[in-house]
Nanobody, 126 residues
């Protein structure tokens, strides 16, 4: 059974940084895709950053240049380094994966059969 567990959220001031982590286990397909989403109350969950099966990365326009997604294969861990945070980045952040090959920033937009973590809150104050 696939398990996805995030950590690393917290509260920072505008301009600060945070790094989120996500550990996955129980998968069967080694070249899985992963991504980060975020959601605020009353809004749909939106893709923030995604990493394809071949390691290619894709970002939402709102975070491009500020956030960096990376994956440490040996530890089955996904990271999201978030720099220059602003209050609009305040949200619950979720890690997601699909247990099959994907490309083209698939997990920036795909949500129907994702495995999800429980979420970690990021709060940015002005």
């Amino acid at each position: 059974q696939v398990q996805v567990v995030e950590s690393g959220g917290g509260s920072v001031q505008t301009g600060g940084s945070l790094r989120l982590s996500c550990v996955v286990s129980g998968y069967t397909y080694r070249s899985y895709c992963m991504g980060w989403y975020r959601q605020t109350p009353g809004k749909e969950r939106e893709g923030v950053a995604a990493i394809d099966s071949d390691g290619s990365t894709n970002y939402a326009d709102s975070v491009n240049g500020r956030f960096t997604i990376s994956k440490e294969y040996a530890k089955n861990t996904l990271y999201l380094q978030m720099n220059n945070l602003n209050p609009e980045d305040t949200a619950m952040y979720y890690c997601a994966m699909v247990d099959y090959f994907c490309k083209g920033g698939y997990l920036l937009h795909h949500t129907s059969d994702n495995y999800w973590g429980q979420g970690t809150q990021v709060t940015v104050s002005s």
